[in-house]
């Protein structure tokens, strides 16, 4: 009925059962009852994906069929002749923490997709957690730590701006309601291609292509009216742009790109408030700014501004990864030269044929 497998993890302690998250009709009321279930284990988010790059989301579970569920670790298989075949919890997201209650029913589930792993039929699984996963057992290590930046929307609309930084972010604001920024919202096509161009500049001047157009279209389909679209212009020139998706209590800030030449007037600033005013005033308690890499100050610092609160979020390998040497790393410098070079015609053909491979 639910395209139902079931195995027996390395200790034989537990049945997990495999289940199709976009079939079972349980998957969505775990996801409304479970703390730690986010815009990334949503079947909207899961659709896109599918959509978009051809993953099919596969859940495991210690719950049979008959019961309730009450636990699930989603994953996609992404098989590439490039980078090889893995799992993933889940690609794309910046956090898709398993949703247990226990170290016991974790320690269920892990071992049932490192069974795959050690029949060579995936090189690795991957875990990419925001809670439930402090502990996710043998043969299981941490591969990567991020910051990760929230915001407590509890405290009143003049508080929350009262604890913005004066200078780099109220000012900010300010400046762009006097240089008169015109400022539009929603989800129309015309509105995704002014994203998207702004996209394609910022992701050349990081030296890397941009996801495909299809990707963000998907979301937009796939959540409707809970995602938008945010552009701010200057004098009938494209500024800055963010992406937002609402999930149950949360406003995930997930996407953002601009044009330099107006960073002083305001325009990021302008829209993240925005976005963080409708949350509030929307009944929200949570605005999500996603993960930093660490070695990344300048984006660290941006956050921080906010008044969002810090915390580690950290990756899992099985098994552990072995260590990158520096030789590993000249070819992707010298790609992200290129692309920092390319024609934006280039680089969005890249995007679209490269992306499948990263997740």
Not at 111 to 130: I, M, N, Q, T
Request: charged fraction near 25%.
């Amino acid at each position: 009925m639910y395209g139902l497998r079931v195995g027996v993890n390395q200790a034989g302690m537990a049945r997990v059962y495999t289940i199709d998250p976009m079939e079972d009709f349980r998957w969505p009321r775990l996801l409304v009852e479970h703390e730690l279930a986010t815009v990334f284990h949503s079947r909207e988010w899961l659709s896109a994906l599918q959509r978009t790059y051809g993953y099919r989301a596969s859940v495991v579970t210690t719950c049979a069929p008959e019961e309730s569920l009450t636990n699930g670790l989603v994953y996609c298989r992404v098989q590439s002749r490039i980078t090889g075949n893995r799992m993933i919890s889940v690609p794309f997201a910046d956090h898709c923490a398993p949703l247990v209650d226990t170290a016991k029913t974790l320690n269920a589930l892990v071992p049932e997709l490192g069974r795959k792993v050690d029949e060579k039929r995936e090189a690795y699984l991957e875990l990419r957690s925001g809670g439930g996963c402090d502990e996710p057992g043998a043969g299981v290590a941490r591969a990567a730590a991020f910051c990760l930046h929230r915001l407590d929307l509890r405290p009143s609309i003049g508080d929350l701006f009262h604890n913005l930084h004066h200078n780099c972010v109220r000012r900010k604001i300010a400046r762009a309601e006097r240089e008169r920024l015109t400022y539009e919202e929603g989800t129309s096509q015309e509105l995704l291609h002014k994203f998207y161009w702004l996209t394609v500049l910022t992701r050349r001047r990081q030296q890397i292509p941009p996801q495909p157009l299809s990707w963000f279209a998907n979301l937009l389909s796939c959540f409707g009216e809970r995602t938008k679209l945010r552009v701010a212009s200057k004098d009938g020139h494209l500024a800055a742009a963010i992406l937002t998706i609402r999930y149950k209590n949360c406003m995930t800030y997930k996407y953002a790109c601009s044009d330099p030449q107006f960073h002083q007037a305001g325009p990021m600033q302008l829209l993240i408030w925005k976005a963080i005013r409708e949350a509030k005033e929307g009944g929200l308690s949570e605005f999500d700014m996603g993960r930093t890499e660490w070695s990344n100050d300048g984006l660290l610092t941006f956050k921080d501004r906010w008044g969002c609160r810090r915390s580690t979020l950290e990756y899992f390998r099985y098994p552990a990864p072995a260590a990158r040497s520096r030789a590993e790393n000249i070819p992707s410098a010298i790609a992200r030269r290129l692309f920092s070079l390319a024609p934006k015609g280039v680089l969005t053909a890249a995007g679209t044929i490269l992306y499948r491979h990263i997740a």
